[in-house]
């Protein structure tokens, strides 16, 4: 009952846009940290950006500062990632993910530590010309 379902990718060009969006149903986001992850083929899965619950701080990849803008509108239940400038090396599954509280998982996004309460199915996002 409880789901995180993420949608918005697809195939872009590069120095493209595209905005992510992650739903949550069977439970409220307000208290919980949102964060997106991406996996590329044959790579690890990394932390790419993390918003906080408690007053909306940010956290960034180094290799997506400045391209991509994590947000979140607590009144639709749902978490959002703006990716514009986009690079072939963006390519990868797109993951949504939440923590109760979730300080330190969010503090920590970019180095993949932290374990998260949900996760989405993912959504792919393609760069490629």
């Known amino acids: 009952q409880v789901q995180l379902v993420e949608s918005g990718g697809g195939l872009v060009q590069p120095g493209g846009s595209l905005r992510l969006s992650c739903a949550a149903s069977?439970?409220?986001?307000?208290?919980?940290?949102i964060a997106w992850f991406r996996q590329a083929p044959g790579k690890e899965r990394e932390g790419v950006s993390c918003?906080?619950?408690?007053?909306?701080?940010?956290y960034y990849a180094d290799s997506v500062k400045g391209r991509f803008t994590i947000s979140r509108d607590n009144a639709k239940n749902t978490g959002y990632l703006q990716m514009n400038s986009l690079k072939t090396e963006d390519t990868a599954v797109y993951y949504c993910a939440a923590d109760l509280g979730g300080e330190y998982e969010c503090r920590t996004v970019a180095a993949g530590i932290g374990e998260f309460d949900y996760w989405g199915q993912g959504t792919q996002v393609t760069v490629s010309s």
């Open positions: 069977g439970f409220t986001l307000d208290y919980y940290a």
């Open positions: 918003i906080s619950s408690r007053d909306g701080t940010t």
